[in-house]
């Protein structure tokens, strides 16, 4: 009985091995792919929301274009990979995209960290006019993306 589990163990963790490894080498998005925005707002609608929501639609927008502008030579929208472009998918290539992601992970928990202690301090005005300048900076991105 025992020698069952031990084999029944062990294959339980060379099939799981196998399919991290798998998971490992298959391509990557090159932008995030949980970024989106889910509602574009007009003037009136963000003068009608309290300070906080708007901080969080700031913060959301800021990490939008944080993802996306240094990328719109390759892609607007996640779901591109180095491997759909060309790229090969090769231990080097992997490595630098996963070293992009984690700092860019990195930058935007330590700009989310500062924008929490100082975002408040902000004009409610002057947070509504960059709310609104960058969503057109991200509806263009959509644009962008349609012509190329």
């Known amino acids: 009985m025992k020698t069952k589990i031990i084999i029944l163990s062990f294959s339980l963790f060379f099939v799981a ?13 090159i932008i995030n792919d949980k970024i989106s925005i889910k ?3 007009n003037k009136e609608e963000l003068e009608r929301l309290q300070k906080g929501e708007l901080l969080t639609l ?3 927008r800021t990490e939008a274009l944080i993802e ?5 030579a390759f892609a607007t929208k996640p779901g591109i990979t180095m491997s759909s472009l060309g790229i090969p998918n090769d231990n080097d290539n ?13 930058f935007l928990e330590s700009n989310r960290g500062f924008q929490n202690k100082i975002l408040p301090y902000s004009d409610t005005n002057k947070l509504i006019s960059a709310i609104l300048f ?3 900076i ?4 959509h644009e962008y993306s349609e012509f190329h």
């Open 138 to 141: 991200l509806k263009s991105l």
């Open 17 to 29: 091995s196998i399919g991290f490894a798998q998971k490992k080498d298959e391509p990557k998005s």
């Open 68 to 72: 996306t502008l240094p990328y719109i």
């Open 134 to 136: 960058y969503e057109e």
């Open 58 to 60: 700031y913060t959301e």
């Open 94 to 106: 992997r490595k630098i995209l996963e070293e992009k992601v984690e700092s860019t992970k990195d």
């Open 39 to 41: 509602k574009y707002y």
